[in-house]
């Protein structure tokens, strides 16, 4: 296993906070990054996008100020997601944003670039793709990637479909570099799994969902905490791709979660339909994404004791039969 010198010496555990779409701000990434896990947020969820310029500042600058104030425990790198997918028409802009500010971590996702990968290595920074196969894994590092994020089953959201126990193996069968696995990953000890299996970090999404940090409204947060794993649904029907979702908030959107059509990507569209009849709820708005992990989350608390939470279990967890 190899960890980027990016990170030595600056977490408390392997883990990155996934970008989780509209929910991600400032205020959660900071608390993350200061408890010691990578913080991270989707480029596009700085909305109108002259607001990214305003985040970055924000989240260098109490940063700086908290590694200044305790340097025994500085805080750990930040990352940001760009979605490289064509219908990204902000890309180019907010990749300029990342280089201006000199972001250490940059989360592809939706494609691999091998023009992005190259200017983040030119300011420093490294890059990490996501994947739910091995044919985008490979495409990913023959692009220049540094790392993988392998998105198996159980994973929030837009979701793989293989175990994790497959994808890491198989993935170390041919790459040496870091790894990041999520699916279903809610606890300390689920942390420490993800590092026996092979992998370098533990990638968590939906246990965020559940914070005081979070900008989710308070029914999402109350939903994943009576949520268990039977409560997720996994469907193409919401945005065109298979994802995740809440099982109640399908239900609370006056559809059957288990007779879902499926999509037609290329018909997508949010809203009304030329009918004026309303179409489908919106992803992450109405619909509410999370990962089979959720039996584990039980409250809504700030992240860093979340945070610690996992630090206990995950030093506290070692084999019985040792």
């Known amino acids: 296993m190899s960890m980027p010198a990016l990170f030595r010496g600056r977490l408390s555990i392997p883990v990155i906070g996934a970008p989780l779409f509209i929910i991600s701000v400032p205020d959660l990434v900071i608390a993350q990054c200061k408890a010691g896990i990578v913080g991270s947020f989707p480029a596009l969820n700085a909305r109108p996008p002259a607001l990214l310029d305003e985040w970055l500042v924000r989240i260098r600058e109490e940063l700086a100020a908290h590694d200044r104030a305790h340097p025994d425990r500085p805080s750990a790198p930040f990352a940001v997601n760009q979605i490289v997918h064509r219908s990204n028409n902000r890309l180019e802009q907010d990749l300029a944003l990342c280089e201006k500010h000199k972001v250490p971590m940059i989360i592809t996702s939706l494609g691999a670039r091998e023009e992005l990968n190259q200017a983040a290595h030119?300011?420093?920074?490294?890059?990490f793709h996501d994947v739910?196969?091995?044919k985008f894994a490979h495409k990913a590092i023959e692009k220049g990637a540094d790392g993988l994020i392998?998105?198996?089953?159980?994973?929030g959201g837009h979701a793989g479909e293989i175990s994790p126990f497959a994808f890491v193996a198989e993935t170390r069968q041919w790459f040496d570099g870091p790894i990041a696995l999520s699916g279903a990953i809610g606890n300390g000890r689920a942390i420490r799994a993800v590092r026996i299996l092979g992998?370098?970090?533990?990638?968590?999404?939906?246990?965020?969902?559940a914070t005081t940090e979070a900008n989710a409204v308070e029914g999402y947060k109350q939903m994943i905490t009576a949520s268990t794993a039977e409560d997720i649904v996994y469907s193409n029907l919401f945005t065109g791709v298979h994802g995740n979702y809440l099982k109640p908030s399908i239900v609370a959107a006056g559809m059957d979660p288990d007779n879902l059509p499926e999509s037609d990507a290329s018909k997508m569209s949010f809203g009304t339909d030329a009918s004026g009849e309303r179409a489908k709820p919106k992803a992450?708005?109405?619909?509410w994404g999370s990962g089979q992990g959720v039996g584990s989350v039980g409250k809504i608390l700030p992240a860093a004791e979340?945070?610690?939470?996992?630090?206990?279990?995950?030093d506290e967890a070692v084999?019985?039969?040792l």
């Open 150 to 155: 392998l998105v198996s089953a159980g994973a």
């Open 284 to 287: 992450w708005k109405e619909i």
């Open 199 to 209: 992998a370098d970090f533990a990638y968590i999404g939906s246990a965020f969902i």
């Open 122 to 127: 030119r300011w420093g920074g490294i890059v």
């Open 306 to 314: 979340l945070i610690a939470r996992f630090k206990r279990e995950y």
């Open 132 to 134: 739910i196969n091995q």
């Open 319 to 321: 084999d019985p039969a």
